[in-house]
Each structure stands twice: as C-alpha cells, then as structure tokens.
C-alpha cells in the first residue's frame, strides 16, 4: 500500500497504519503496543515533556516471559552452566546512548522490547578489567599476563602499536620489549619453528580470540524494567561556542533519557571458540565479573551507572536454576520420544468406567506425577484418544479432578488434548 500524508503531516506513513497509530491520538502512537517501534521507529522529536517516555516505560514487553525461555533454551544448548554469569544491576544501566532516532537517548532493545546488552560492551566490559590487571602486574610477569589476553580477546595490528591499550598496559619503559617478547611467545604458540616473514609484532598475523562473548538478555527483570533519567546542560552557549566563558546565566537545558533499573538480573554467556578451551573461557569469566563490579558496564560508568553484583551467592542461585531447568528440559525431551504401550492400552479396554475414574482421579495431586511415565502416557492417551466417554463427560467441569488430572498429564507430556 502507498504511503500518503495524513493530517498530522510530518508523518509519511502507509494510509492503514495511520488510521490506527496517528489520525485521533494525543500524542501520535499512543496507541502502539510495540516498545522497540515507539521507541526506534515512531519516536517524535517535538514532545517537549515526558509523554513519550513515560509511554515507552508503561508499555510493556511483547511475549517476555516466551522470548526469555527461548534464550534460556539456546544458551543451555550452546554453553556450560558454569559458562553464564549472572549480574544483578546495582545501579541503573545505559547501553546505545548514542544510537537510535533520538539522538544521545537510544537504548538497546531487542524487536521483542526487551533490555539486552551487546556482546561487543560485554567483551568490552572484560577487556578493559584485563588491561587494568596488566597495568598493575609486577614487571617480570606482564609478558605471560600480556599472552593470555591476546589469547583471549585477540588482537589486531593496532594492538601492539606504542597508542594502543597493550601498550597502556605495559606501562614503564620496558613496554616495547615486553610487547615483542609476548608477539613472539605467540608466534612460536600459534606457528610453532616456522620463520614470520618479517618483524615481530607486526609480522603477527590478526586474531579473533579464542572466547565468544554473547550478549547479555534479562535473566529476571526488575517489576517496572526501564526508568527515567535527566541529565541537565548547564552552559549550552558555551559548548556550542557561541560564549568563551560558562557564566552561571544561561538557561539550563534538560535532557531525559531512559536506563534500565536496578534489581534486575542479566545472564552472560560465554563460549569457548574452535581453537579455545575451559582455560580461557574461566580467565575471560573473571575479568569480565571484575569489570562488571569495579568499573560498570554501557555509558556513564564513572558515575555508577552499570555496576553489577556478581556475588557468588548470585551465581550459585540461578546456576542451580538454570541445571534445574535443563534437567527438565532433558526429561522433557525423553518424554516426547515415548510411545503408548499397545499391552497397557488392551488392559484398560477390560476396565469399567469407575475403576477407569479412579486410576486417573489420582493424578490430579502433584505427588502423584512421579513414577511410570509410560503408563502414565498411555492412560492418557487412552482416555483422550481410543475411549472418550469419560473425557467427553468430564471436558464441562473443568474444576473437577478428571478434568484436572488430564491437563496436569497434558502439560507433562507436551499433549493437546482433543
């Protein structure tokens, strides 16, 4: 469909679509249930107060608790539990600042709505806590410090220029010595007698590290996820050059900004890459929960935005959890592969409704789910399949413990009944 002006004319929209978001709201989009696109899409420059984040922060994620499972699945797939640290926000958290349609005010979110951080401040965030451990290694052992980081996080050719944060690292005199030497630590690691066809680090060629840092998605989320922030210009003419000297006479000009709030819980998963290993991901795990609690993660971190407890009172919580769910995720999948059992299915076609009714009125009590998941299967599928009657007379009475005791087996085994 073509897109035509409508009567709010700043907006170039598809003509259905502005029906529904624009024509009879106030403010425009106030009826869009979408967070990321009221948020990056249908964001409006001219509001001059707080309706349009006050918006985004009521509305809520779509299909939160849905995306958070399935993130969860494929993290238990692609990591080891003791590969995910979980970081519970001690302060609120910006990450994107500069990036979205409202410029300095962006934040990342995923096309769900959901706060995440990127892998690339996660790696970021691990690198800058191992290059302030190297800064305050003792002289003598920041050549084998310097070799672990490059192996981790890898390193291009500007890594081992005399500007680079290898070279801040480093620090005193020795610098470039200490430089050369890990270059060719490496080398010799990497390419073993072989002759590098020129000086070394130079001649070193690049490398992607042997850690994935995956980006951080809420584990748990505060109850309201994303809060309101300002931060106030003071001296606007002076910064934009059109005064020499900041006198205490300009208007202040404030800012607002969303941040995600304190209390809730995001989960870093870390993978070792082809050529890496447990040794690495463990060096890569624990200057990444240094950075998270002494320097922060996302922007304003020197103001204590971003800080994180990585406590292991934390980690041992939801770590349990997390091989909690997918031990039942395994089971889960055990069950799905189960068939009814053709001898069990003739047993119960010489049974008489009532005894019928009392073998299955007794999974209605949780305590009764445990035990013989084939008969278990096969009663339901017996019930709800080849004889129906008891299940036709009991499918209005939803309250009732047949009733009851057929859903708690459908969700056991991933059953629709009919």
Same mark, same amino acid.
């Given at each position: ?25 106030? =403010? ?71 990036? /979205?349609?409202?410029?300095?005010? /962006? ?11 990127? /892998? ?29 980081? #490059? ?45 590098? %066809? ?9 490398? #992607? ?59 870093? =998963? ?11 991901? #463990?060096? #890569? ?20 935005? /971003? ?8 980690? %041992? ?16 999948? %055990? ?16 049974? %008489? ?66």
């Amino acid at each position: 469909m073509s897109a035509q002006r409508t009567s709010h004319s700043r907006w170039l929209l598809p003509s259905d679509t502005a029906r529904v978001l624009v024509e009879g709201n106030d =403010p425009p989009f106030s009826q869009c249930t979408s967070r990321s696109l009221l948020l990056e899409r249908f964001a409006d420059p001219e509001l001059k107060n707080d309706t349009y984040w006050q918006a985004a922060i009521k509305t809520k994620p779509c299909l939160a608790e849905e995306r958070r499972n399935a993130w969860l699945g494929f993290i238990n797939t692609a990591c080891k539990p003791c590969d995910l640290l979980f970081g519970r926000l001690r302060s609120r958290l910006m990450v994107n600042m500069a990036g /979205g349609v409202m410029e300095n005010a /962006g934040l990342c979110l995923d096309r769900f709505g959901l706060p995440y951080i990127p /892998g690339s401040a996660v790696k970021g965030c691990a690198r800058r806590a191992a290059i302030h451990a190297l800064r305050h290694t003792p002289v003598e052992h920041k050549v084998d410090r310097l070799v672990e980081i #490059a192996l981790v996080f890898g390193w291009s050719d500007g890594d081992w220029s005399d500007s680079s944060d290898f070279a801040y690292g480093c620090q005193d005199g020795k610098s470039a010595a200490i430089r050369k030497t890990a270059a060719e630590k490496l080398w010799q690691r990497i390419y073993g007698d072989r002759q590098p %066809k020129g000086k070394l680090p130079q001649a070193l060629p690049n490398f #992607a590290g042997s850690v994935h840092f995956l980006p951080a998605h809420p584990y748990r989320l505060a109850e309201r996820d994303l809060e309101l922030d300002v931060v106030t210009c003071h001296h606007p003419e002076y910064y934009q050059g059109k005064k020499k000297t900041a006198f205490d006479c300009e208007y202040p000009i404030p800012v607002l900004f969303l941040t995600v709030a304190p209390g809730s819980i995001f989960v870093f =998963p870390l993978q070792a890459a082809r050529h890496g290993g447990e040794e690495w991901t #463990a060096k #890569a795990q624990a200057w990444l929960k240094r950075g998270l609690e002494t320097m922060g993660i996302g922007a304003k971190t020197g103001a204590g935005y /971003g800080w994180c407890d990585c406590s292991e009172q934390v980690q %041992k919580k939801h770590q349990e959890e997390i091989v909690q769910q997918r031990e039942e995720h395994e089971r889960a999948q %055990k069950r799905a592969s189960l068939e009814p059992d053709p001898e069990r299915l003739n047993s119960f076609k010489s049974l %008489k409704e009532s005894d019928l009714r009392g073998k299955i009125k007794k999974f209605s009590e949780e305590e009764w789910m445990e035990g013989d998941e084939v008969y278990q299967l096969s009663l339901f599928h017996y019930l709800t399949t080849i004889d129906t009657q008891i299940y036709e007379k009991e499918r209005n009475n939803p309250k009732g413990r047949i009733f009851r005791a057929l859903k708690n087996l459908a969700t056991k085994f991933g059953k629709t009944p009919p």
